[in-house]
C-alpha cells in the first residue's frame, strides 16, 4: 500500500510525504512506489500513529463486566474502525471471585482480536480509598493484600498490565514491589493522598496517575493533595477530555505546565458509548448520558464518559494544544508508558496507523498494515 499526499504527525512536527507499507511494516521517504502497489490518496489529510486506550470499560454496547472475552474482542472490532490500534480494558473492582473470575475470562480474548490489539488488562481497584470511591461500590473497595494481589495477576495469566490504587494505604510499599517484579504498571488513583504520600511514592517508581483531577484529593493552596502532585512533580496523567470530567480551561492549563510527553489522553469510556438501543448500564448499574457524561442512575455521580479517541484530539486541539502534541497523548505517550518503544509514523515501525482530515474525520485506519 503505498500512501500519497499525506501529511505526516510526529512529536517535532508535521511533514507533507508519502509512506509504503511493506510486510506490515512502515518505509518513510518513498518516493517511486512498486510497481503493483495499491495507492492511497490521502488527499491531504494526517496520517498518526494508531490511538491507544489505556482506560476503557466499554464500547458500544459491549464491556468488561460482562465478564466475557467475546465482549472485549467485540471492542477490539469496534474500536479499531474509531482509529483506535491497542487498548487495556478496564475492570471494576468487585467480591474476589467475582474479580479473579472475570481476569480469568478476559485473559482468553488475547491472540484473538481481530481489530485492535488487547495489550493488557487494566484493573481500576480494588485497593483505593473509600474516601475516593468515585462510582465504585463501598463493599469492592479492600485493603491492600498483596497475596489477593498476586490470585489476581495468577488468573490473569500474566494479562495484568496495570493497577489504579491509593497509595496512602497501609501496605503500599510491599505492593509497589510486587507489581515491579511483575511488570504491572502501577497508577495512582481514587486516592486521598497528601502531597507528602504523592512524593513518597514517586521516589519509589510509581510515576503515573489515573484520571488526574477525578477522584483524588484536590489541589489546595494549603495542601497541594494528590492533584497538586501530579501537576507540579514528575508525574505523567490521564486525562479524560471530555470537557465535563475536567474544565476544558484546566485541560489548557494541564497543557501549559505539564511536559508534552507527560500527557495521556484516556477515555474512561462506559459499555453504552456509541450504543444504539437498549437499556444503558455500566458496572451493571443503571446510567443515563446527561450533562456530556454518563451518570448512575440512583445518586447521579458521573460513572464515565462517552468519548472517543480521536473526539478527544479534537477536544484537545480546541483547547489550545498543538495538534501533535495531542496527537502524541493520544499514541506515543500511552505506548510508552506500557513499553511499546516502536509506536510512531516512522521507518521500519509497524504499521499501526489512523488517517483523518482537518475535521477530524478518520479516513482509514491500518492495524499491522492490514486496512480495518
Known amino acids: 500500500?503505498?500512501?500519497?499526499?499525506?501529511?505526516?504527525?510526529?512529536?517535532?512536527?508535521?511533514?507533507?510525504?508519502?509512506?509504503?507499507?511493506?510486510?506490515?511494516?512502515?518505509?518513510?521517504?518513498?518516493?517511486?512506489?512498486?510497481?503493483?502497489?495499491?495507492?492511497?490518496?490521502?488527499?491531504?489529510?494526517?496520517?498518526?500513529?494508531?490511538?491507544?486506550?489505556?482506560?476503557?470499560?466499554?464500547?458500544?454496547?459491549?464491556?468488561?463486566?460482562?465478564?466475557?472475552?467475546?465482549?472485549?474482542?467485540?471492542?477490539?472490532?469496534?474500536?479499531?474502525?474509531?482509529?483506535?490500534?491497542?487498548?487495556?480494558?478496564?475492570?471494576?473492582?468487585?467480591?474476589?471471585?467475582?474479580?479473579?473470575?472475570?481476569?480469568?475470562?478476559?485473559a482468553a480474548a488475547f491472540?484473538?482480536?481481530?481489530?485492535?490489539?488487547?495489550?493488557?488488562?487494566?484493573?481500576?481497584?480494588?485497593?483505593?480509598?473509600?474516601?475516593?470511591?468515585?462510582?465504585?461500590?463501598?463493599?469492592?473497595?479492600?485493603?491492600?493484600?498483596?497475596?489477593?494481589?498476586?490470585k489476581l495477576y495468577d488468573a490473569s495469566e500474566g494479562r495484568l498490565k496495570i493497577m489504579t490504587f491509593a497509595p496512602e494505604l497501609s501496605g503500599a510499599d510491599e505492593f509497589i514491589k510486587f507489581a515491579r517484579k511483575n511488570n504491572i504498571l502501577l497508577q495512582a488513583g481514587h486516592t486521598n493522598a497528601t502531597y507528602e504520600e504523592m512524593l513518597s511514592v514517586l521516589k519509589k517508581g510509581v510515576t503515573h496517575v489515573t484520571h488526574i483531577f477525578n477522584a483524588m484529593s484536590p489541589f489546595n493552596h494549603r495542601a497541594p493533595g494528590a492533584a497538586g502532585a501530579a501537576l507540579m512533580e514528575d508525574f505523567s496523567a490521564e486525562i479524560v477530555a471530555d470537557g465535563v470530567h475536567v474544565h476544558p480551561a484546566v485541560i489548557s492549563?494541564?497543557?501549559?505546565?505539564?511536559?508534552?510527553?507527560?500527557?495521556?489522553?484516556?477515555?474512561?469510556?462506559?459499555?453504552?458509548?456509541?450504543?444504539?438501543?437498549?437499556?444503558?448500564?455500566?458496572?451493571?448499574?443503571?446510567?443515563?448520558?446527561?450533562d456530556g457524561?454518563?451518570?448512575?442512575?440512583?445518586?447521579?455521580?458521573?460513572?464515565g464518559s462517552a468519548l472517543t479517541m480521536i473526539d478527544g484530539v479534537k477536544n484537545l486541539v480546541s483547547y489550545g494544544f498543538k495538534l501533535q502534541n495531542a496527537v502524541a497523548a493520544a499514541s506515543i505517550n500511552p505506548a510508552s508508558l506500557i513499553g511499546l518503544k516502536n509506536h510512531a509514523v516512522k521507518n521500519g515501525a509497524p504499521a499501526d496507523i489512523v488517517i483523518f482530515d482537518s475535521s477530524f474525520n478518520i479516513k482509514a485506519v491500518f492495524i499491522d498494515g492490514k486496512p480495518v
Do not use: W
Open 1 to 106: 500500500m503505498f500512501i500519497k499526499n499525506a501529511k505526516i504527525i510526529s512529536p517535532d512536527g508535521i511533514s507533507e510525504g508519502n509512506l509504503l507499507i511493506e510486510n506490515g511494516k512502515i518505509k518513510t521517504g518513498v518516493v517511486h512506489f512498486p510497481a503493483g502497489a495499491e495507492i492511497f490518496d490521502a488527499g491531504g489529510a494526517y496520517i498518526a500513529p494508531g490511538f491507544i486506550d489505556l482506560h476503557i470499560h466499554g464500547y458500544g454496547g459491549r464491556g468488561t463486566e460482562e465478564c466475557s472475552a467475546d465482549a472485549v474482542l467485540e471492542m477490539s472490532t469496534l474500536l479499531a474502525k474509531r482509529g483506535v490500534t491497542g487498548f487495556c480494558p478496564a475492570l471494576y473492582p468487585g467480591g474476589k471471585e467475582q474479580m479473579l473470575k472475570n481476569l480469568s475470562s478476559l
Open 111 to 150: 491472540g484473538k482480536e481481530k481489530g485492535a490489539k488487547i495489550l493488557g488488562l487494566h484493573l481500576e481497584g480494588p485497593f483505593i480509598s473509600p474516601q475516593k470511591p468515585g462510582v465504585m461500590r463501598p463493599q469492592d473497595i479492600l485493603p491492600i493484600d498483596v497475596k489477593f494481589a498476586q
Open 253 to 290: 492549563f494541564l497543557g501549559r505546565v505539564k511536559a508534552p510527553e507527560k500527557i495521556v489522553l484516556v477515555t474512561d469510556a462506559l459499555r453504552p458509548t456509541a450504543q444504539s438501543a437498549g437499556e444503558k448500564l455500566a458496572n451493571n448499574e443503571r446510567v443515563d448520558f446527561k
Open 293 to 303: 457524561a454518563f451518570r448512575r442512575v440512583t445518586d447521579g455521580v458521573i460513572a
